[in-house]
Structures are given as C-alpha cells and as structure tokens.
Nanobody
Framework: QVQLLESGGGSVQAGGSLKLSCTGS????????MGWYRQAPGKERELVST?????TRAYVDSVKGRFTISQSNNKLYLQMNSLKPEDTAVYFC??????????????????WGQGTQVTVSS
C-alpha cells in the first residue's frame, strides 16, 4: 500500500528549477514530521529539508537559499531553484517519527515514498 507518492522530478540544466510534490495519507501528514531526503549514486541518503507543524523550516547548508519546502494539508512540496549538478539524486518524501530534532509521539513510524529522480546537467 503506497503511503507517500512523489512527482515532479526530471532533467534540467544547471541553473534551472524543478518543483517536487508529495501526496499521501492524511494521517501521516497530520501526525508525522515531514521532510525531503535525497540519495546520490554511491552515497548515503541525506536530509534535505524538514518542516514542522508550526511551519518552522530547516535546510541542509548546501541548499539554503535555493530550495523551499512547503506543506498544504496532505501535500508536501520542494521548490528547487538554481539547481547544480551536485543536486543530482533520487529525492524521497518522508513522514518520520523523529524529524527536525522533534519527536512526533502520534506518528506510527517512518514512511517513505518510492523516490523521484532529479538530474542536473552542467
């Protein structure tokens, strides 16, 4: 059963923009800490950005000023501007028990989407 589903990935040239979307179970969005993660070839999955229920946003240093996370009901977005080749990765939407340094006691566990590929060429 698919709990989270990403869309919006693709191939762009450096400097371009993409907007990722994630939709899924309203229960996950209302109880878990939502965020975006990415995994580049040969590398471990890393946190890109999180958003708390109060709207507080956090970003990994490498995307600050270029990426913007937002949430609307049971949809999560990641607006990516000024893309760089090093942003190339599979991007995952996640709803997690622990996110952004906060513990979401009502969240049943960690949920992941299947990922969407983002490729940035130089």
């Amino acid at each position: 059963q698919v709990q989270l589903l990403e869309s919006g990935g693709g191939s762009v040239q450096a400097g371009g923009s993409l907007k990722l979307s994630c939709t899924g179970s309203a229960y996950i969005f209302s109880t878990c800490g939502m965020g975006w993660y990415r995994q580049a070839p040969g590398k471990e999955r890393e946190l890109v950005s999180t958003i708390k229920r109060d709207g507080t946003r956090a970003y990994v240093d490498s995307v600050k000023g270029r990426f913007t996370i937002s949430q609307s009901n049971n949809k999560l977005y990641l607006q990516m501007n000024s893309l760089k080749p090093e942003d190339t990765a599979v991007y995952f939407c996640a709803g997690r028990l622990r996110s952004g340094g906060y513990y979401y006691a009502d969240c049943p566990g960690d949920y992941w989407g299947q990922g969407t590929q983002v490729t940035v060429s130089s």
